[in-house]
């Protein structure tokens, strides 16, 4: 697939995904909608673990394309926010875990790119925010709903209602952000993270998915007994019987994904 706006490489089983529109702080437009959704569309087979970030050293994502929104109808607007959500959804179910490695400026869309993915690993100069109502508007892809559910809702007001950006550290303190590290060691740290995951069951890395997800808005009655239902089919793939039976043989388990 022909793609100007996000660059993607792949390492074995382990793919890159950058938002390359540095110029425009790889803000998303309409354009990167497309290939995103092009992307998922097409989603490259054989790969156990995807990381997401930015081209150059002052972007992760500065948000959606401000300059784009300016003549939007309030139509187009709520068209453009379901858009981006079903795409974010896409982004936190994909059957492959998905990490954001936030190198810099991740702010309005950026932060709601990074908070779809499953877990966020930032460089020391990352920034993270929820500008929007600095700009009149809220967040529309996600973010009223993500944060809150990755730090608490209070601390969600705050980041929402002041619009302020805040350090890498301070996402760390939140608990939003799983580890910092020097900016240069980012994507090495990213790379060795998305190793140890790919040589996982990747059947069993997207049954946990599934759980993890599903189950955390509804009742933990209700998500105990589809945690017990996705254990049970954990037992009708190969993975299963061929990390059951590595364990048993002492050597490293050969995972196929069946
Ligand atoms: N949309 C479009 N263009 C953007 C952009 C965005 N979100 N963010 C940055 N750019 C562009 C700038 O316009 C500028 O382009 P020109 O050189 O053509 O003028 C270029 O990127 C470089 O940016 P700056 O010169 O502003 O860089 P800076 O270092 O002075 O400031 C910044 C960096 C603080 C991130 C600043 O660019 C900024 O505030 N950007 C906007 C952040 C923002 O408000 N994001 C939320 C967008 S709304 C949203 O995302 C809604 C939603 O939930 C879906």
């Not at 995904?17 to 054989?46: C, I, M, Y």
């Not at 081209?55 to 948000?63: L, R, Y």
């Not at 890498?168 to 240069?184: C, L």
């Amino acid at each position: 697939m022909d793609m100007e706006t996000l660059s993607f490489e792949q390492q074995g089983t382990i793919g890159i995904l950058k938002v390359n529109r540095p110029k425009a702080l790889n803000a998303l437009n309409a354009q990167v909608l497309t290939e995103l959704e092009g992307f998922f569309d097409a989603f490259p087979k054989g790969l156990r673990c995807l990381i997401i970030t930015g081209e150059g050293e002052k972007a992760f994502v500065a948000g959606a394309d401000i300059k784009e929104m300016e003549s939007s109808t309030p139509d187009q607007a709520h068209k453009q926010a379901q858009r981006g959500q079903a795409l974010f959804d896409r982004i936190e179910t994909c059957r492959v875990p998905v990490i954001a490695a936030v190198n810099g400026f991740a702010l309005g869309g950026g932060f709601e790119l990074a908070l779809a993915c499953d877990f966020i690993v930032a460089s020391q100069n990352a920034k993270f925010g929820l500008p929007e109502v600095s700009l009149g508007l809220i967040p529309g892809y996600g973010g009223t709903q993500r944060l809150g559910r990755a730090i608490g809702k209070g601390k969600a007001r705050f980041v929402t209602l002041t619009g302020d950006i805040y350090s890498a550290e301070q996402a760390y303190a939140w608990g939003v952000v799983v580890k910092v590290v020097p900016p240069a060691q980012l994507l090495s740290e990213c790379l060795q993270i998305a190793e140890k995951i790919a040589a996982r069951s990747p059947a069993a890395l997207s049954l946990a998915k599934r759980a993890i997800h599903e189950g955390f808005d509804g009742n933990q009655w209700e998500a105990l007994k589809l945690e017990a239902e996705l254990f049970a089919d954990t037992f009708r793939t190969k993975d299963h019987s061929e990390g059951i039976k590595a364990f048993i043989e002492k050597r490293a388990p050969r995972f196929t994904g069946e």
